[in-house]
């Protein structure tokens, strides 16, 4: 979608949002080619902190596509803010629930529309002590084998001074520096046409967080850690947005 079809809550956002992000960032974009352009996306952020969804929707704005994004259906029953979410074009993710699946038609019919849709793949924010992206889970391969949509990686640095999660710190300071990288369309060709096994969702998953990690590592130094892992639990459901993604 372009700046020129935005209604008028999609507008009321950006009047609302954007001078706070422009007065409060000091911003290196670069990358914004890979996202622009016709047809539907599926950008995959890392997440550290919980001020990412403002820096990756200001930058996905920047770059000329309004981002859609996946939220936790709660915030979307709290009065007014709910509302506008809606307004906004964001969608609810029931999870957990038979309606999750639900999700998943609106982010297929999303892209179909020529949509920008944004999925966290670690599903939060990471819990790698140096903020370094965690072992993701499937919904975003889920939907990139469904769909066929290229998958854009993008990855920051920046975010965690806005706020940390290790320390719950909220800093007001202005003109923070924060770093946004997009980087071309993860390689996920082998898989085209696959069943949506677990093994298979799976690898494409461990494909696109392995860009995640080494591309942020090329923004931030250092040496990155492998994939996080955690013991398995018990699934609910097997639908996209229950296996990762809400913001």
């Not at 999303?110 to 499937?138: D, H, Q």
């Not at 046409?193 to 494409?204: F, N, R």
């Not at 850690?225 to 699934?235: D, I, M, V």
């Amino acid at each position: 979608m372009t700046r020129r079809r935005l209604g008028f809550w999609q507008r009321f956002a950006v009047v609302l949002v954007k001078p706070v992000m422009m007065v409060w960032t000091r911003r290196t974009w670069r990358g914004m080619e890979h996202l622009r352009g016709p047809g539907g996306i599926i950008i995959v952020p890392n997440h550290l902190s919980h001020a990412d969804p403002l820096v990756s929707a200001h930058f996905v704005y920047d770059a000329g596509r309004w981002p859609r994004f996946l939220g936790k259906a709660s915030v979307f029953r709290v009065p007014v803010v709910g509302w506008i979410l809606h307004r906004c074009r964001q969608i609810p993710v029931e999870r957990g629930t038979a309606d999750a699946v639900k999700s998943l038609d609106t982010l297929v019919a999303a892209l179909s529309e020529g949509g920008a849709v944004v999925i966290y793949p670690e599903g939060t924010t990471t819990r790698e002590p140096e903020l370094w992206p965690m072992k993701g889970k499937t919904g975003a391969a889920r939907l990139a084998l469904a769909t066929g949509a290229p998958v854009v990686p993008v990855v920051m640095w920046g975010p965690e001074k806005l706020f940390d999660p290790r320390t719950n710190r909220f800093s007001l300071r202005p003109r923070i520096p924060v770093t946004v990288v997009a980087g071309p369309p993860v390689d996920l060709s082998r898989w085209a046409g696959s069943t949506p096994t677990k093994a298979t969702l799976e690898e494409m998953t461990e494909a696109l967080m392995l860009r995640l990690r080494d591309q942020l590592a090329e923004i931030r130094g250092g040496t990155p850690p492998p994939l996080w892992e955690r013991p398995a639990s018990p699934a609910v459901t097997r639908s996209l947005p229950d296996e990762g993604g809400a913001a």
